[in-house]
């Protein structure tokens, strides 16, 4: 197995909005204006629900592909 590094640089835009980069990716994290940002992306509980969500994805996926009956 090879070793994954997993990091991110970012820095604060204003008091509401981080950008990161993360590989090839931009992730904007920013809040809604009722909360005093610009709603230029989706806000931290957002992507740590959708973090949450996308690692159960792939355990259930797993899961599922050893689960698969054997086909005599």
């Known amino acids: 197995m090879s070793d994954l590094k997993i ?7 204003s008091a509401a909005r981080f950008s990161a980069n ?4 931009n992730i904007v ?3 809604p204006p009722q909360l005093g940002g610009e ?9 740590l ?8 994805n792939v ?8 689960e698969e009956p054997v086909v005599l």
């Open 22 to 25: 993360a590989r090839q990716f």
């Open 39 to 47: 709603d230029l992306g989706a806000n931290p509980v957002e992507y």
């Open 49 to 56: 629900l959708a973090s949450y969500a996308g690692c159960i």
């Open 29 to 31: 994290i920013d809040e």
């Open 59 to 66: 355990v259930a996926h797993l899961t599922a592909r050893e």
């Open 7 to 13: 990091s991110i640089e970012g820095e604060a835009q």
